[in-house]
Structure formats: structure tokens, C-alpha cells
């Protein structure tokens, strides 16, 4: 019989809000049903999945909600923030993907899980804050923000300016054998946001810390830890480029992770946005013979997966085996 294969989705913004602007959470519903016609056609055509999403604008709106109210109720912090943006996205991950599934006939069990990710207390992120989270601002207000709140504000690969956060690198998901026990009969979306950043506290159990995980490089340590045969990283755009958004640019349908790494060391992919991405895409590709990351857009996600568009990263070319 042949082996059903697996696959860790990473969903980057564009498949939970519209660009532009704050969405308000019917907004939210309506985009993640689209992107749940989408998962559910993979399921459709016999993928297991596991489902990891982003939360950065949903976090920092999060963040500003607890801190504008702090006159009637205490803030809450940064790791609970996490909590909730988990919470909320995975919820209406689940209502639509239950529904998209049942559309086409498929009654499986879709459910969260509740995502803790352990990383280094000494990671040298927290003294370097580089992931942005939240609004986009002019550069103007993002210079009032830092000025007033004390916030660090740094432009966001050309979109704009954004507050920016400490985002240390996962090195064990909290929740991992859950997920094992589920993988075979249940799609679960989980390490929402990168998960819930922790800290081990000495006494045998964690600790909250602020701070924001890179959801593709939690997905990446999810897809190692679950032995997925395919990461694949959803975004806005159909394939990874060099040369990105200059006269010569050229789009790539297969990298090898050498020529990944040359590319990262050229300056190719941008801080923030796809650089993690062709990181985590390398991580997995490395980590195991016959594993492959695959980048696309969420439109081609099938058509990539069946190795027809999209950028599919790998430890060496076929000829090359
Ligand atoms: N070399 C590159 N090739 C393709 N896209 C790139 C490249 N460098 C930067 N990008 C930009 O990175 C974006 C993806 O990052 P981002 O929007 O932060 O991710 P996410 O989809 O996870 O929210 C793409 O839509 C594209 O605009
Ligand atoms: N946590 C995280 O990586 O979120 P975004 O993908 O929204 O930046």
C-alpha cells in the first residue's frame, strides 16, 4: 500500500487577512474560508496535513487592545497575547475547514491544539529585536511610537515601518506527542504564531517570555519533529526569486540547499519576510533524505505540491542522486 504522505502547511498572512489594513474578525472568517477551500481540496486529494499559521498583525492588535484599555483592566502580557491570537485564528480555522471538508464529503475531526515552544532564555534575539509585528506606520508615526512608548520601530522590507520584537529561534515544541497521537485520524492546526514562547522555569515546567516565534521556522521544527515528508510554506507570492523586484529578477522552480545557502549569503531573500522562509525550507530539506519544502502561493498550493509551479527546495538535485 502506498504511504500517505505528509504534510506541514505553514500559512503565511495573506491566507488569514486582505492587505492593508487591520481586518476586523468577520473580515478575518471571510479570507480563512477561502484558504480552507484550498486545505481542504489537499485533504481531498490524500494528504495527512498539520496546519501552522502566522499571528503577527493579529498579536500586535492584540498587544494594542491590552495596552489602551490599562485604565480598566490590568495588560495582559505578551505570552498570553500569543495565547489569544492562537486561540481566535484556530478557531476560525476550524469552523471553516470543518465546513469546506463537509462540502466535499470528508467528516474528519479538525481541531487546536494549544501550542507551547521552548526556546534558549539566552537566545541572542531577546538583546535583538527584528520581528515585526502589528500595524504598518509612516516613518514619521513609527518615530512618535518609539519616542512614547519606548517601542523598537524599524522598517519592514520596504512595506512600511512596524514595531519589532524579539523572535528567538523554537527548539522544542511543548505539545509535540499530542499531535502524533491525532496525525493519523485528525487535521490539527497548531504552533499558531510560531506557538506560545516559553522558557524552561528549573522546576520542571515553563514560563511564559515576550516574545514572537517565526511561524515558519516553528512549522519546520513541527514538520522534523512529526517526520512530515513535505513542508510546505504558503505566502503571497508563487516562487522564490533572486534578483527580487529589479529588472533581472528570476523566478526559481528548484533549489538545491547549497545553492539556498549562496543565494541567502548574496543578500537574495529579505530580512523579515523570505529569508525564514528559504531558512526553514533548507533546515528540512537537510534534515533527512527525501524530505522537500516547497514555497509557493496559497492559489498554486496543489499545483506545487505535485511539483508543477512553486519553488521546491532539496537537499541535491535528482540528477545529482
Ligand atoms: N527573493 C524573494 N523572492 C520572492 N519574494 C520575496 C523575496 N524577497 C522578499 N520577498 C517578499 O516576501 C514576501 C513574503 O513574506 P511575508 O509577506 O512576510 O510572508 P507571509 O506570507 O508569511 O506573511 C513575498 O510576498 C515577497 O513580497
Ligand atoms: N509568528 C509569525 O511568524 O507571524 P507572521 O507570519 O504573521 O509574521
Known sequence: MNKIPKVVIALGGNALQ?????????????????????????????????IVHGNGPQVGRILLASEAAKDVTPPMPFDVCGAMSQGYIGYHIQQSLKKALRMRD??????TILTQVAVDKDDEAFQNPRKPIGPFYTEEEAKAIAEEKGYTMKEDAGRGWRRVVPSPMPQKIVEVDTLGRLWNSTIVIMCGGGGIPVV?????????????IDKDLAAEKLAESIDADVLLILTEVEQVAINFNKPDQKNLDQLTCDEARKYMEEGHFAPGSMLPKVKAAVMFADSKPGRKAVITSLAQAENALHGKTGTTIVAKKLSEV
Open 200 to 212: 524552561e522555569d528549573g522546576q520542571g515546567g515553563y514560563e511564559g517570555v515576550a516574545a514572537v
Open 18 to 50: 486582505e492587505k492593508g489594513r487591520p481586518a476586523t474578525s468577520e473580515e478575518q472568517l471571510k479570507v480563512v474560508a477561502q484558504t480552507c477551500e484550498v486545505l481542504a481540496d489537499i485533504s481531498s486529494h490524500g494528504y495527512e496535513m498539520a
Open 106 to 111: 470528508r467528516d474528519l475531526p479538525v481541531t
